[in-house]
Each structure stands twice: as C-alpha cells, then as structure tokens.
C-alpha cells in the first residue's frame, strides 16, 4: 500500500513542486494551502506531514505542538527559510524527525521522507539560552541543534564532546532549557577544577563532623539538582578512585552523603563534557568502559569553529553586539576584508578565542568600523616557527634542488587543508587564495584533488 504524504504550506508554486516531486517517487501526496482552515480530517489520513514554519499568519510550529497535544503521531518533517536553533530544537523536541532548511535539494527531501517510512526517529535546531543567541545556521551546527532537540525530549545521560572551547556548556543549557526540566536548576560542577578530596564531598554532599572542617551539614551538587540537570564538565578529568562511585551513582541514582549512612535517592538528568578522547582512555585503562557507556547514552559531537564559517560572522556580529552593550563601545560594521580573514583563520581557541579577538578589537575600532582583529600573535609564531623548522629540515635532507618539489607539496597540504576547513566551497577557497576558479580547479587536478 502506497504512503501517504500530506504537505502544508502556504506557498502554492512549492506546493505543486513538491507533490509532483514525491508522486515521482511512488507516495500518494495531498496538500493543504490555507492552513487556517481544519485540518485534522486531512492529518488523521496522512502516514507523514511535511509542514512549513512560516504559514503566513499561522506557526507550522504551534500546529505541530498542538497535533501532538491532540494525540496525532505521524512522523513530521519541517521545512523552513529560517532553520535558527530555536527553530529546530523546538521541532524536535516535539518529534519533527527531520528539519531542512529552504533552499535544499529534492535528494534532500526525498531522503528525509524515505529515512521516515518505517522508523520514525530523528529530531532538530535555533535558540537563546539564558538571553544569549546559539548560533547555528552551518549545516554542522544543524545536526547538533537537532541531537539536541531529540536529547531535550527524553532523560538520557549525555555526552557531549569537541575541543575547548566550541560551547558545550551553551549546548547543554540548550537541552535544560528545552526539556520538561527546564522549570528546576541546572548545576554545573567543573571536575577538572576541584581537588580530588573534595570531589566526592562537593557532589554528593557531607555530614557535620564528616573530615576536618566540615562544621555543618551541608548538601551536594546532585541534591542542589533535584528535578532538574547536573552538568558535569571536564568528565574525563575525574580520578580512577571517584569513576566507580559516579558509576554507581547513574546506576540507580542514589548516594550517600560523606560521612552518612542514610541512602538517598535522586531525580536529576547528566549532562556531561569533555574535550578529551574518551574512546582512547577507555582503551588505555584511564576511564572505565561501563562509566563511559553509562555517560554516553547520547553523544553529542559540537564542531571547532573551523568546520562552521558559516556561522563565523553572525558569531561576530552577535559579539560586536555584546561588546557595544558591555564595553560601551560603538561598533556597527566588520570590514569585508576582514570578515573574509576570519572565515579562514584556524581559530584554535574556537568561540572562546573568537569572542576574545571581537572583544578586543572593538575597543580600538574607530569610525564605528571593525578593521582589524588582533589574533593570538604568540600562535601565530609558534605555527610559522613550526613551518619553517619543516623547510629546513626538508632542505637540509634533500637539498636545495628539491626546493620545487617542497613548494608542491606545500601547496597540495594547503589545498586539502582548504577544502576541508571550508568544507570543499570552492568560492571561499578562491577568495582564500585569491586566485581565479579556473586556476584553481587546475591546481586541485594536478594535485589529485579534484572534488
């Protein structure tokens, strides 16, 4: 038996397009273009919805909260111009099982509905935490909006790993904020920052009198937590001794003060982060692997800026915002050559070090313009120092006649470097360079690149 589609939008000419399109494909397709009128009788009878956000005077988004609350079920995919990470997370924590963002491609489309029929899993993406902005308008950052949202809609421990500095903490706020808990606190405790003696007593709590110094009875982190998150940053930085008592403690939820013999017992969703490879101390012997399954329930990978450009300038933008409002300064414009400098830098340091570098040249902006950031000049010479160590060991090995074949070489590592950083956008990589599209589809032949 044929699947039947139902699509809701208010745009007739997309419509049209997207029927023709999915009746290619073998579904039975109807469509709804004045989505004031009622629809139940049209939802009861699809086996999926595909809906808009922007309906005109109606919210595709209030329209899937408000099927869901009437007991309808059917998967939903939304699709919109306007794929923020409020946007997203909201879908899928209401059970969208996918979010695509217009333009996208009829592949993209016909994916999703197929990925649907039979498994009706998935979830998306964009928000405010807490008043600040989470950018995410990269195709990268999309995939965790929507993790986030399928995470923000059930109690499972997660994980969330990528390098310091990405904004793990924002994405675990992100989840908190979207979920039924979202009313009780979430606590955070940095692991890495408390001593290993003060570890157990500063989560689970102490009895008076429990060590010295311990004047009074005084409750943890997971009891600060109750109903609520606990978000446990730097996870892989926990000592061997501490692993098998947070182990215990996911298991089943309860714990004992330091110093008590009364067991308590918990209610409160993990959250944990780290910007270590957990799979590699797993396999060393240095985090213990049933810990580490337990954590991981859900893993979330956040990307370095490097793999998001897309996001580098409302990122600046947003921070030159801040700056104004915090720092009194009085920017409103980045200079296009240096947003394009930006799009390309490595950003080692991630939003932590972009934030910086904004922060600081906003405070020397004159005219009301952003024509410089101040990057980290220490890195900086550390990276050219480690290029020219290369050079002369390469030279000094092969000789000054093989100076050619090291400037090829060189350039077909820059080339892939590009491609990767700027996830193969061969206009950002021309720009980069400053070289014609021609030129450099001939460079990326002659080094094997050709993508």
């Not at 998306?124 to 902005?133: E, M, T, W």
């Not at 070489?409 to 014609?436: H, P, Q, V």
Request: glycine share 6%.
């Amino acid at each position: 038996m044929k699947q039947r589609i139902l699509v809701i939008d208010d745009n007739i000419e997309l419509v049209y397009a997207l029927r023709r399109t999915l009746e290619q494909e073998g579904y039975l397709v109807s469509t709804v273009t004045e989505p004031t009128a009622s629809i139940e009788p049209a939802v009861e009878a699809a086996d999926l919805l595909i809906v808009d956000i922007n309906l005109g005077k109606a919210s595709g988004l209030d329209m899937l909260i408000a099927l869901r609350e009437q007991g309808y079920e059917q998967p939903v995919i939304i699709i919109t111009a306007h794929a923020t990470p409020h946007n997203v997370i909201t879908a899928t924590r209401h059970g969208a099982i996918d979010v695509l963002q217009k333009p996208f491609e009829v592949e993209q489309l016909v994916d999703a509905v197929n990925r649907s029929f039979p498994s009706t899993d998935g979830n998306s993406l964009n928000l405010a935490v807490d008043g600040q902005p989470v950018i995410g308008t990269s195709p990268n950052m999309l995939e965790v909006c929507k993790t986030a949202g399928l995470a923000s809609s059930n109690n499972l421990n997660v994980l969330l790993v990528g390098e310091t500095g990405v904004g793990k903490e924002v994405i675990a706020k992100a989840i908190h904020q979207y979920s039924d808990r979202a009313k009780q606190r979430m606590v955070a405790i940095n692991c890495s920052a408390i001593p290993e003696s003060l570890l157990e007593a500063e989560l689970f709590g102490y009895a008076r009198g429990a060590f010295t110094g311990a004047a009074r009875e005084t409750p943890g982190k997971i009891e600060a937590a109750e109903g609520g998150t606990l978000f446990l940053d730097e996870i892989g930085d926990i000592p061997a001794p501490f692993q098998a008592k947070l182990l215990r403690f996911l298991e089943d939820q309860t714990f004992y003060r330091l110093g008590e013999t009364h067991l308590k017992q918990a209610d409160v969703r993990v959250v944990c982060a780290t910007n270590r490879n957990l799979d590699e101390m797993v396999s060393n012997g240095s985090f213990r692997d049933d810990l580490y399954f337990r954590l991981s329930q859900l893993t979330i990978a956040i990307p370095p800026v490097r793999e998001r450009k897309e996001d580098i300038k409302p990122l600046i933008e947003l921070f030159i915002h801040q700056a104004n409002n915090e720092l009194g300064c009085r920017v409103h414009r980045i200079d296009a050559e240096v947003l394009k400098a930006a799009q390309i830098h490595h950003w080692p340091g991630n939003i932590r070090e972009l934030k910086n570098v904004v922060f600081r040249a906003a405070l020397s902006a004159s005219n009301g313009v952003l024509s410089t950031l101040p990057y980290n000049s220490a890195q900086q010479a550390n990276a050219n120092a480690g290029i020219k160590e290369c050079v002369d060991r390469y030279l000094e090995k092969e000789g000054t006649g093989s100076a050619t074949q090291l400037a090829q070489i060189f350039e077909a590592a820059l080339l892939a470097a590009l491609a990767r950083d700027l996830n193969g956008n061969k206009t950002y990589m021309c720009e980069a360079l400053n070289i014609s599209r021609n030129t450099l589809k001939v460079r990326l032949k002659e080094h094997g690149l050709d993508f």
